[in-house]
């Protein structure tokens, strides 16, 4: 999902980034990344999760991707 569509399902849900980095205790910045696909934080992560209801596989389709080739190249099953 694209960045915006993100941001735009988080105020959909009447809230914005900026109340989740102030309920997390962590940098607007952070929560930034972590929409952009620029850092990951799987806490700040659940919380978007939680308030858009979107899963994780729709917000941050690559991330899943990456994660699933990583597991299988770890277990020997992809060269």
């Known amino acids: 999902m694209h960045p915006e ?3 735009a399902a988080i105020r959909m849900k009447d809230t914005t980034p900026a109340a989740i ?6 940098s607007r910045s952070m929560v930034s990344h972590v ?3 620029k ?7 659940r919380r978007i999760v ?4 979107l899963s994780m596989d729709k917000l ?3 991330n899943v991707k990456t994660s699933k ?7 020997g099953a992809v060269a």
């Open 21 to 26: 980095a102030d309920e997390l205790n962590v």
């Open 39 to 45: 850092a990951k934080s799987a806490r700040i992560a």
């Open 69 to 75: 080739l990583r597991r299988a190249r770890a277990a």
């Open 50 to 53: 939680d308030i858009t209801g």
């Open 5 to 7: 569509e993100i941001k």
């Open 60 to 62: 941050w389709p690559t």
């Open 35 to 37: 929409i952009n696909g």
